[in-house]
């Protein structure tokens, strides 16, 4: 027997990928705009500042505790807030908040050490970045919908499918984005510091 399903309408998602953008482009124009303009005429990246990144020892087992603590206190913080009365603002926030501080970030140290920064930028984003991406997305959208299904669902489209299965849908989703974050952890901890050095050992041969 079918029961009836509450059915997130699709295009919230597409308004939490806006609220992304739209942070990031904030985060680029208050960075140029407040930023000192002596900065613009520093160049690119100094060899001293390559140097000690390149020969910085990093223990990852310790870096793993120290990411472990910070991506998952982050991770259960949203999950928690999200699944509130609050959750859809929430979800928003925290979607804008991620694309404001990318955009600080990148822009700041493309203002300070020019091409030679983006190139770091991307260097210390990758390859864990993909994961936190992806599993942070996935757990916005699927806190978002719990909030709307439990305190908002006359905004909900209905569909005539199984509502269990649907649910046992959003626990699946809900965990392969805990796993990708995790596997993000792992990447951050032990391959990241790598991909820097190398990185940083091309930025100094430039």
């Keep these: 027997m079918h029961r009836t399903q509450l059915k997130y309408p699709s295009h919230q998602y597409t308004t939490l990928l806006y609220a992304c953008f739209i942070g990031f482009v904030i985060g680029v124009l208050v960075t140029n705009l407040w930023t000192d303009a002596s900065l613009l005429h520093t160049g690119l990246l100094s060899q001293s500042t390559i140097d000690r990144i390149l020969y910085l020892e990093v223990d990852s087992n310790k870096l793993l505790c120290y990411v472990v603590k910070n991506r998952m206190q982050l991770f259960i913080t949203i999950a928690i807030l999200t699944s509130t009365i609050l959750g859809?603002?929430?979800?928003?926030?925290?979607?804008?908040?991620?694309?404001?501080?990318?955009?600080?970030?990148?822009?700041?140290?493309?203002?300070?050490?020019?091409?030679?920064?983006?190139?770091?930028?991307?260097?210390?984003?990758?390859?864990?970045?993909?994961?936190?991406?992806?599993?942070?997305?996935?757990?916005?959208?699927?806190?978002?919908?719990?909030?709307?299904?439990?305190?908002?669902?006359?905004?909900?489209?209905?569909?005539?499918?199984?509502?269990?299965?649907?649910?046992?849908?959003?626990?699946?989703?809900?965990?392969?984005?805990?796993?990708?974050?995790?596997?993000?952890?792992?990447?951050?901890?032990?391959?990241?510091?790598?991909?820097?050095?190398?990185?940083?050992?091309?930025?100094?041969?430039?």
Aim: hydrophobic share 45%; charged share 10%.
């Design 88 to 206: 859809p603002l929430c979800c928003y926030l925290f979607s804008g908040w991620f694309g404001l501080t990318t955009g600080i970030i990148l822009s700041s140290l493309t203002i300070r050490f020019g091409m030679k920064g983006s190139f770091l930028f991307l260097a210390c984003m990758l390859p864990h970045m993909i994961c936190y991406v992806y599993g942070f997305y996935r757990l916005l959208r699927e806190s978002c919908y719990l909030s709307y299904k439990l305190y908002f669902p006359d905004k909900i489209s209905i569909d005539n499918l199984i509502d269990k299965h649907q649910n046992l849908n959003h626990i699946g989703r809900i965990t392969t984005a805990t796993g990708v974050v995790i596997i993000g952890i792992f990447l951050e901890s032990y391959v990241n510091p790598q991909i820097v050095a190398w990185i940083v050992t091309i930025l100094k041969i430039l």
